[in-house]
């Protein structure tokens, strides 16, 4: 039996995961006062302008958005370094494009 969750995450499609990453990550960014971003595949997470405290805010907020955490909901870690990284976790767990 499929569930509700299950049946949304496949409605989903990459590029809308996309989509809401980017942006949630230039809202966070506004509001942290960082300013606009150039955001690209290649953009080191860490050093982009955001600190962890508007990371988590990024995820809480895709949390809200989705309805639930993929790191989370992972059976392990996982760290992305790149927005790139960063989004194919996204776009895998609920896209399903694994």
Do not use: W
Not at 16 to 42: M, N, W, Y
Not at 46 to 68: P, R
């Amino acid at each position: 039996m499929t569930n509700n969750s299950q049946i949304e995450k496949r409605a989903m499609t990459p590029d809308h995961v996309r989509e809401v990453i980017e942006s949630t990550i230039h809202k966070v960014a506004i509001d942290f006062e960082v300013g606009p971003l150039q955001l690209r595949d290649d953009t080191i997470l860490l050093e982009c302008g955001l600190d962890s405290m508007a990371f988590a805010t990024v995820v809480v907020i895709l949390e809200e958005e989705f309805g639930e955490d993929p790191f989370l909901a992972s059976d392990s870690a996982f760290y992305p370094t790149t927005l790139l990284e960063f989004s194919e976790f996204y776009i895998n767990y609920f896209a399903g494009t694994q």
